[in-house]
């Protein structure tokens, strides 16, 4: 493999990692996705588009893993707060903060799920989002709209203790 | 522009920041005049910037060493070395103890082990079903009239005593297989047809590791079941749900392993 590709590939996986543990909400099962999908992308490079965006082609394989393991599994455990780093008050605050916002997130649809991660976390443009997620183009903005809305309700409804702690 | 009516989607682009600097003034002038949506927008805006800033530490880690490429190509490159290696053993030992000392070679080989990568096999398997299964002239290189001389000749090809499990409890008949380049091994696809013209495939190449469990892929309309087990990466796939194919796997699993394992020893 070139040197370029390799680097090409590299510079993806911080983002990727991200995506994956918000998904999954275990660092451990994450990082499994990761691998797989950074296999997945090895092993298909030549199918892959030669015009195609290298970010949206990954982002959209670990996602279609992701989503054929949930199927596999329904619901698992979820590890978060133990998972994060704990070794300081500070931390621990913020380790269950992530934990809550996460379980909010795991309220909605995997695909509002996703759309919020996507454009919200990693700055996809809309018709990048669309193309991981294999939706029109032209629903993006009103798919958003309908998992914003939902993300809030969830929060102002105190389902998940997080909102205590947002100013 | 700037005086077209505020919609939905400037509100969502506002919260994503994504406004040019006079559709942006237009929408705040709007949202002064609108509290209510202000507040609305406000709080999306801040469950955004939540999201992102709890999120960012995972960003700033530092990429775990079995994640990061060079590993990745390496063991790529070791698995594929691997199959050469044990396929030429293989080759020998077929010829020499009919298959005897595979499993032995395969123990005393001291080569490092790189880890498994049952989704690789699932795509080759994809690859082969979708190139075969639609193939209505020749679907099969070796049809199913001689299971005997085929399945010879595919384990000596492959190096691997194989059996064609019988699916016909699931409506399913062996139409024959053929034998293909899997990686950089030899890879064998042995071919099944119901009475609806559904096709299914086994797709079977040596492969490094230890035994996984079954993984689940979807490649558009084809679903996969793969699974490593005993040097073996075995690939079930067939255009179906998950599922109807799932118990067909498990049925092959149990053949395969059911079946009596090659004489050891002498």
Redesign the interface.
Known sequence: ?DEDL??R??RQ???L??YA??LARNSAEA?DL???C???A???WSLRRADGDLRAWLFAILR??FV??Y??NKRRGTQVAADA?ASSPAGQD?AL??GD?LAA?DLLPEEQKSL??L???EDFSYAEAAEVLGIPAGTV??R??RA?KR??EI??SGRVPLLRR?K | MKDAPIG??D???F??ARLDDPRRAAVEAYLAEHPDVAE?VA??R???D???D??Q?????P??A?????T??AA?RERRRGRWQTAAAACVMFVVGAGSGWFAAMETQPTAKPKP?P??VA??ATLAYSTFASEVMHPVEVRADDQAHLMTWLSKRLGHTMSAPDLSGYGFRLMGGRLLPGGSGAAAQLMYDDDHGNRLTLYVETAHGDATAFR???DRDMATFVWIDKGMGFAVTAKAS?ETLLPIAEAVYRQLDTAPPPARGS
Do not use: T, W
Request: net charge neutral; aromatic share 4%.
């Open positions: 493999m390799g680097s590939l590299e996986i911080p983002a990692r991200r543990f918000a990082d990761v691998q797989d950074l296999e997945r090895l092993s298909r279609n893993q054929n393991a199927h596999r780093d913020r903060e992530l916002a997130l919020l991660l454009v919200g976390v903005m009103s958003l709209s914003r993300l809030r929060l102002e947002v | 939905e989607d509100l969502q682009a919260v994503d609305r709080a999306e801040r469950q955004r939540m999201l992102r709890l999120l530490p995972k960003f700033d880690e990429i775990p079995h994640l990061r490429i060079d990745l190509a790529r990568m989704m690789a795509d080759e689940f892929a979807q998950r």
